[in-house]
């Protein structure tokens, strides 16, 4: 059973735009850390960007190129891509972390939530983006 489904990809041309957007349902998003993360052919999964109450993680690679977003009262979380490149292509996944005193305390302890992937408990399907040359 899914509970948290990705949509917004597509096709886009190197430089283009794209918005992702993760909808939650059976539970609200408020109460967790959100992430998004990215699975190309022949790659292991990779921590794109997430955001833990006032915290927000991005890898170096989409810095100043992607923007991490959560709106509450449509319990929906986004991913706002620009200045896409061939590089960024790959299946993304948004996925939800519980927020508790004991994952709070790891993730500060990291200093980043994208460090655990696998303490994440929902995933969604994943939705692919491709960014042609």
């Known amino acids: 059973q899914l509970l948290v489904a990705e949509s917004g990809g597509g096709l886009v041309e190197s430089g283009g735009s794209l918005r992702l957007s993760c909808a939650a349902s059976g539970f609200r998003l408020d109460s967790y850390a959100i992430g998004w993360f990215r699975q190309a052919p022949g790659k292991e999964r990779e921590g794109v960007s997430c955001i833990s109450d006032s915290n927000t993680n991005y890898v170096d690679s989409v810095k100043d190129r992607f923007t991490i977003s959560r709106d509450n009262a449509k319990n929906t979380m986004y991913l706002q891509m620009n200045s896409l490149k061939p590089e960024d292509t790959a299946v993304y996944y948004c996925?939800?972390?519980?927020?508790?005193?004991?994952?709070?305390?790891?993730?500060?302890?990291?200093?980043?939530?994208?460090?655990?992937?696998?303490?994440?408990?929902?995933w969604g399907q994943g939705t692919q983006v491709t960014v042609s040359s």
């Open positions: 996925a939800a972390l519980r927020l508790s005193l004991g994952s709070r305390l790891a993730i500060k302890r990291r200093g980043s939530c994208l460090e655990k992937p696998n303490e994440y408990d929902y």
